[in-house]
């Protein structure tokens, strides 16, 4: 092998003397290569999957400016749990048709901002922390929720919603 190794050497015309530096060079080069390749497919892939949420954010906040519970209901998971501030858990989408029901009667607007997602290993589950922000005829509320969401067939729905008031609670 190291015949070979001179051969080559000689025959490209590199100086026995430099021979080391240049594969030192050659061998950083390679490695920062693989480096840089293998941190651009997460990032692309990060992107791209907190692109997919920060639209299925818009088509929520859009939803609900149109009232439209359909579109609404469809973004939630069959086995959605439901953790409202003050009340009990709900499992099913029940309860969030009853409260989108009851908001969107009551003319209350609704509206999501994202401040942080956090992607699962392999991207399947995502949680997305943010503000809301509600107003009605004398009513107005802001305050965090907490989505819980699962990617399935490239679509992302809500496993897990819950939300809290940035208001004291009042006394009884």
């Given at each position: 092998m190291k015949i070979i190794v001179n051969d080559v050497i000689r025959?490209?015309?590199?100086?026995?003397?430099?021979?080391?530096?240049?594969?030192?060079?050659?061998?950083f080069l390679v490695l920062m290569s693989l480096q840089v390749a293998g941190q651009d497919k997460p990032?692309?892939?990060?992107?791209?999957?907190?692109?997919?949420?920060?639209?299925?954010?818009?088509?929520?906040?859009?939803?609900?400016?149109?009232?439209?519970i359909e579109e609404l209901l469809s973004r939630y998971d069959k086995g959605l749990i439901l953790l409202p501030p003050n009340a009990p858990k709900s499992i099913g989408t029940e309860?969030?048709?009853?409260?989108?029901?009851?908001?969107?009667?009551?003319?209350?607007?609704?509206?999501?901002?994202?401040?942080e997602i956090e992607f699962s290993d392999d991207y399947s589950q995502a949680i997305v922390i943010g503000n809301y922000e509600t107003k009605g005829d004398n009513f107005y509320d802001i305050g965090t929720y907490l989505f819980v969401l699962k990617r399935k067939n490239n679509t992302w729905t809500i496993?897990?919603?819950?939300?809290?008031?940035?208001?004291?609670?009042?006394e009884k």
């Amino acid at each position: 092998m190291k015949i070979i190794v001179n051969d080559v050497i000689r025959r490209i015309g590199i100086d026995k003397r430099k021979y080391k530096q240049h594969i030192s060079i050659f061998l950083f080069l390679v490695l920062m290569s693989l480096q840089v390749a293998g941190q651009d497919k997460p990032r692309t892939e990060l992107t791209h999957l907190t692109n997919e949420i920060s639209e299925l954010n818009n088509i929520f906040n859009e939803a609900f400016v149109k009232k439209n519970i359909e579109e609404l209901l469809s973004r939630y998971d069959k086995g959605l749990i439901l953790l409202p501030p003050n009340a009990p858990k709900s499992i099913g989408t029940e309860g969030i048709e009853t409260l989108y029901k009851y908001v969107l009667a009551n003319d209350i607007s609704l509206k999501h901002t994202i401040e942080e997602i956090e992607f699962s290993d392999d991207y399947s589950q995502a949680i997305v922390i943010g503000n809301y922000e509600t107003k009605g005829d004398n009513f107005y509320d802001i305050g965090t929720y907490l989505f819980v969401l699962k990617r399935k067939n490239n679509t992302w729905t809500i496993t897990v919603d819950m939300f809290n008031s940035d208001k004291p609670t009042k006394e009884k």
